[in-house]
């Protein structure tokens, strides 16, 4: 069984629903393949607003659904942070490079995540990406300069393609047997269609 997970390391929902995504895969022994995706594109494709321009009412909501799914996650979350809006695509290119490097990058996206959302930290920083790869004893300066390879974007560029296609909604997706489950709200409809 194999899951590709569409993202980007900014996404609330997608901090989320992270570690539960990791539990489910992982009991269903199926292989994720993490695809950072460039969200605007896919948002301009699937016909989703960006931010700055939904009208205040879904604002409010959106923070309301944030406290709500983060008690029910059992996750601290800062629906506000100090650095978001903040660039993803640094981080997102680490989590490429960490792939093509062989190395398992589930809990560094976690960490990655948790920077913005739970601990204040701006992701764009080349210093809390340093940070988190040092934590896990991950060659930091070698895999930020591979990160900044023209192979990797063009992987960054693929996996946006390939959500594009696949008719990804936005982030975070889950595409399983060619199905989409599109937010973290779809994980228990995930973990039963594994089952």
């Known amino acids: 069984m194999e899951i590709d997970y569409y993202f980007t ?29 460039k ?7 699937s016909g989703a607003t960006p ?6 009412s879904r604002l409010d909501y959106r923070l309301i659904e944030l406290g709500r799914w983060a008690k029910k996650r059992g996750l601290p979350i800062n629906k506000q ?3 978001f809006p903040t660039s993803p695509v640094l ?9 093509a490097s062989g ?10 995540l948790a920077a913005c959302w739970e601990h204040e930290k ?23 300069a591979s990160a900044q390879s023209p192979a990797i974007e063009d992987i960054y560029t ?6 594009i296609k696949a008719g990804v909604l936005g982030a975070p997706a889950y595409v399983y047997g060619g199905e989409q489950f599109w937010g973290q709200d779809r994980l228990e409809l995930l973990e039963e269609t594994l089952g």
């Open 51 to 56: 931010l700055p321009q939904r009208p205040k």
């Open 81 to 83: 942070p100090s650095f």
């Open 158 to 163: 693929n996996n946006t393609h390939d959500a």
């Open 39 to 45: 969200l605007g594109e896919v948002f301009a494709e």
């Open 9 to 37: 390391s900014l996404s609330p929902f997608t901090y989320l629903g992270h570690q539960r995504f990791l539990q489910i895969a992982k009991k269903a022994n199926a292989k994720v393949h993490f695809k950072p995706v």
């Open 122 to 144: 701006d992701i764009a920083a080349e210093s809390t990406l340093k940070e988190i790869l040092n934590a896990h004893n991950i060659d930091a300066d070698a895999l930020l």
């Open 103 to 112: 190395v398992e990058a589930g809990a560094v996206i976690g960490q990655i």
């Open 91 to 99: 981080a997102d290119k680490c989590v490429i490079a960490l792939q």
